[in-house]
């Protein structure tokens, strides 16, 4: 079966870098996920890795794919206040629906 | 472009009474449809998925049931509400092909008392 995992809790001051990571099981994963989720809201889509990258960069995201340790991290450069939230990783398999982990909440300290 | 839609944003139900949530999107067609819930401070666990109109997988068993009357309407719904479907209730879309990236909404606060 598929499962993806998350830390649950990280800390940053504001100004360093945060490095989410996640790890999966499915290998044959095709797409892998970054969404961010504020307080009472939905989620929203950062970015998308497809399984054959190893790194993709957009402004102060970086995310970086180890297929062979099915492990996924999203870094976040220069961390805000605003970047306080629950960020969670996702990956799809085929025709399955996405396969979600259970969120990293990030505290981002004045 | 595309928007999606949840109503009501939030709802407080007694024990046993009836439920029914919406989510509508714009702007597409065909797309795919999903209900998730989110229990406080949790991750998100998919209810059911729609890849069309009266095609709906049901993910996990539980009083909850969805329809999609529309193609781009997807409601959720229940006969009588228990305490533990009290959380937070997402509905998200998505292309039929390409990435399959999911759009959320903004989700719907559920009460049950």
């Known amino acids: 079966g598929e499962d993806v995992e998350q830390s649950l809790f990280l800390s940053v001051r504001e100004g360093d870098s945060s490095v989410i990571n996640c790890t999966y099981t499915d290998s044959s994963s095709t797409y892998l996920y970054w969404y961010k989720q504020e307080p009472g809201a939905g989620l929203q889509l950062l970015t998308y890795i497809f399984s054959n990258m190893d790194m993709k960069q957009d402004q102060r995201l970086t995310v970086l794919l180890n297929k062979k340790d099915k492990h996924l991290s999203l870094r976040i450069a220069d961390t805000q206040t605003g970047d306080s939230a629950i960020y969670f990783c996702?990956?799809?398999?085929?025709?399955?629906?996405?396969?979600f982990g259970s969120g990293t909440r990030l505290q981002v300290q004045p | 472009s595309q928007t999606i839609h949840q109503w009501p944003a939030t709802l407080v139900q007694p024990v046993g009474s009836p439920l029914s949530l919406e989510c509508t999107v714009e702007g597409t067609s065909n797309p795919n449809l999903y209900w998730y819930r989110q229990a406080a401070g949790r991750g998100l666990q998919l209810l059911f998925y729609?890849?069309?109109?009266?095609?709906i997988s049901s993910e996990v068993p539980q009083n909850l049931s969805a329809s999609r009357p529309q193609d781009r309407q997807f409601i959720l719904s229940s006969k009588k509400l228990l305490l533990s479907d009290s959380g937070f209730y997402l509905c998200a879309w998505s292309r039929r092909s390409g990435t399959d990236t999911q759009y959320f909404g903004p989700g719907t606060r559920l009460t049950v008392l």
């Open positions: 996702a990956e799809k398999e085929g025709r399955r629906a996405l396969t």
């Open positions: 729609s890849i069309g109109i009266d095609q």
